[in-house]
């Protein structure tokens, strides 16, 4: 039985979708005024595993994520490169197409853009101002937060000890054109020489909670099932969807909750900022870490969780995704003189460790006792082909087995490509020097990256020596 921890509940709760065996979810995306940095990633790779749970479950997923492409910071960022601010939103948002490429994302269903619903927020804020939630303001929209009576239950806060501004954009004249201070824009009228889309209040563009609020329930409907984000868009911004999307609709707009929790940087977790010089964009990360590692190091922390990006974990992870590679290529290797047939034993064993992980990810997708469930099928499938003798057919679910539950988490295992005699040199080097230093783990993982080669090493003496052989 699944569960997922509700934000709004702050408890796990049975998962029960809208519409039996499929799932309608909506994740906030990026604003494309910049490359995405790892913050960014982590959001997106934490919803992208948990959209390849529910796949992996037999759910029909509808996975909706939006591109922000029109507020101050594209502004801005538009008026220093010289170019207009679509044309910004479109170089960016081929950036982050290309840097989520890299890093196995699916793509969504679809990606609205903002700017490509504006006759329909415009719609939507005079159905607000209609009914008494919005007024008009100077050419300013404004939303009347009290008069939602749940306003701050996302939050888990009372509407009195919320901060002023809850658009984040709040200045001493905005605020004296609000009616209360806690009071947010849903349209904002258009400064000289900005962009701008003409309205019944005058020029102007979308305020940025406004945006996700129209755009999910018009692809996904009035209700739909999961909304996710970073664990830093609670309040304002998803509290203020719930707050003019329910005032429009009149039902409940989202089921259930879901937040990622936040990515430090650095042995002292600091918080990653350009101030602090530690700002790391994908774009440049990739230029020196294999896209899989850095996948694999944040889709195996479980989504709530902070993550801590340092050097060393990346070498972790780095050294646990190759330990499940070697054993799949030891699996491989051994399928060269494999018997025809199954050892029913071993298979059972596989499938006890399926469903152990499938118990551990429908814990609200508690990723680490999963992949603790895939080493655990990579260390049976490592004594399996130690073997004298094994059956072709065990081989094979074995490794369909682990290439299954990895691909989850957004890994593919590759089938090994052939190592050339200075890779093999240097691999012994690496493992001579591991032996000097007694790190006997390191040691061994080269021997059995090179079994898995047909490499076979011969300590003597004189020095490893070695050779291709079929044993």
């Not at 059972?348 to 655990?376: C, K, L, P, S």
Request: negative net charge; hydrophobic residues 35%.
């Amino acid at each position: 039985m699944l569960k997922v921890f509700n934000t709004m509940t702050r408890q796990k709760e049975t998962f029960e979708p809208i519409t039996p065996g499929v799932v309608n979810m909506y994740v906030c995306g990026p604003t494309v005024y910049n490359y995405i940095h790892i913050g960014n990633a982590r959001s997106v790779i934490a919803f992208d595993t948990i959209r390849r749970y529910f796949e992996y479950r037999g759910y029909q997923v509808k996975y909706v994520s939006n591109f922000t492409d029109v507020d101050d910071k594209m502004i801005n960022e538009a008026h220093k490169e010289g170019i207009t601010v679509p044309e910004l939103g479109d170089k960016f948002i081929q950036a982050f197409k290309e840097d989520t490429a890299a890093l196995n994302i699916e793509p969504a269903t679809a990606n609205p853009r903002a700017t490509d619903y504006i006759q329909e927020i415009i719609e939507f804020v005079q159905k607000l101002i209609d009914k008494g939630y919005a007024y008009p303001a100077a050419g300013d929209v404004y939303y009347r937060a009290r008069k939602f009576s749940d306003y701050g239950q996302l939050a888990h806060q009372n509407i009195d000890e919320l901060e002023e501004g809850a658009s984040q954009h709040t200045n001493d004249e905005e605020t004296a054109r609000k009616e209360d201070p806690v009071d947010f824009a849903l349209w904002k009228g258009a400064k000289p020489g900005e962009i701008s889309w003409p309205s019944p209040w005058g020029a102007g563009r979308p305020g940025w909670h406004i945006e996700c609020s129209v755009m999910s329930t018009h692809l996904l409907g009035d209700t739909f099932d999961i909304h996710g984000g970073g664990e830093d868009l609670i309040f304002p911004h998803h509290q203020n969807e719930i707050a003019q999307s329910e005032a429009e609709t009149g039902k409940p707009f989202v089921h259930y909750w879901l937040h990622n929790g936040f990515v430090t940087v650095g042995d002292e977790n600091q918080k990653m900022s350009k101030s602090l010089g530690n700002f790391v964009t994908v774009h440049d990360l990739l230029k020196t870490v294999d896209p899989r590692v850095l996948r694999f190091f944040m889709a195996t922390t479980q989504y709530r969780r902070p993550i801590q990006y340092t050097q060393q974990n990346l070498e972790t992870a780095t050294r646990n995704l190759e330990r499940l590679q070697t054993a799949y290529d030891n699996m491989g290797y051994r399928l060269q003189d494999a018997e025809a047939g199954n050892d029913p034993k071993v298979e059972q064993e596989v499938r006890q460790i399926t469903a152990d992980y499938t118990d551990a990810m429908d814990d609200d997708f508690n990723v680490q006792n999963g992949v603790a469930e895939v080493h655990e099928l990579a260390r049976l499938g490592n004594v399996y082909a130690e073997r004298p003798v094994v059956f072709k057919g065990t081989l094979e679910f074995m490794r369909r087995t682990l290439g299954e539950l990895l691909s989850v988490f957004g890994v593919n295992l590759t089938e090994a490509a052939e190592l050339d005699d200075d890779r093999i040199e240097a691999l012994i080097n690496e493992r001579v020097a591991a032996r000097k230093n007694r790190d006997f783990q390191r040691s061994d993982e080269i021997r059995e990256q090179l079994k898995a080669q047909g490499i076979i090493l011969e300590d003597t003496p004189q020095g490893t020596r070695w050779k291709k052989g079929n044993s």
